[in-house]
């Protein structure tokens, strides 16, 4: 299957979810369902090294980017008052 069949089917799928936003779904694409899993997964306290085996990267620090600072992030939490 060619990378272009690939888009159009993942595009097409995201405009059929219900109450998806139609500029979202524009924007949908395999890159960005990787992207989101492994987000997703690692924002649940999925280790990293399974994320890595999951999206099959060579190096941990691949997998790494996608530990990234939110904006309702702070060090501070981990504080004690």
């Known amino acids: 299957m060619k990378e272009m069949q690939v888009n159009r089917i993942v595009k097409?799928?995201?405009k059929r979810?219900?109450?998806?936003?139609?500029?979202?779904?524009?924007?949908?694409?395999?890159?960005?369902?990787?992207?989101?899993?492994?987000?997703?997964?690692?924002?649940?306290?999925?280790?990293?090294?399974?994320?890595k085996e999951t999206l099959g990267h060579a190096k941990i620090a691949t997998t790494e980017?996608?530990?990234h600072a939110r904006p309702t992030d702070s060090s501070?939490?981990?504080l004690d008052s």
């Open 12 to 14: 097409a799928a995201a």
């Open 17 to 51: 979810v219900p109450g998806l936003e139609e500029t979202v779904a524009e924007n949908v694409s395999p890159h960005w369902l990787r992207h989101a899993h492994a987000s997703h997964a690692m924002d649940r306290g999925a280790p990293v090294h399974l994320v």
């Open 65 to 67: 980017r996608y530990l």
């Open 76 to 78: 501070s939490l981990y």
